[in-house]
Nanobody, 124 residues
Framework: VQLQASGGGLVQAGGSLRLSCTLS????????MAWFRQSPGKERAFVAG????????DYAESVKGRFTISRDDKTNTAFLQMNSLKPEDTAVHYC??????????????????WGQGTQVTVSS
């Protein structure tokens, strides 16, 4: 299983970005997917997750109402639409996937597969 993340960049505060994560190598529809992020000197933190059916979605409190996670099983891709971006959203964003059915989407220990990360920088 390989994950390819894209869509990061530089944006002003209040702007938007859309991250994409494409899974290859296995049946996409059986996987839960998530986004995490890490900024310098901080631990990797959960951002958003979606289960295999799309009916279970979870967000970190800091992004609720601003970010939306979704998935397209036809293209084996998960998306993270990020609106109303803030400077504190600046981080390397990683996508993750796993073939199990976890009780929680928010723990990095759940995920066996990780993408390479894409940088999101929000200027004030």
């Amino acid at each position: 299983v390989q994950l390819q993340a894209s869509g990061g960049g530089l944006v002003q505060a209040g702007g938007s970005l859309r991250l994409s994560c494409t899974l290859s190598g296995r049946t996409y529809g059986m996987y839960c997917m998530a986004w995490f992020r890490q900024s310098p000197g901080k631990e990797r933190a959960f951002v958003a997750g979606i289960n295999w059916s799309g009916r279970k979605i979870d967000y970190a409190e800091s992004v609720k109402g601003r970010f939306t996670i979704s998935r397209d099983d036809k293209t084996n891709t998960a998306f993270l639409q990020m609106n109303s971006l803030k400077p504190e959203d600046t981080a390397v964003h990683y996508c993750a996937a796993d073939g199990n059915y976890p009780q929680t989407l928010a723990s990095p220990d759940v995920y066996a597969y990780w993408g390479q990360g894409t940088q999101v920088t929000v200027s004030s």
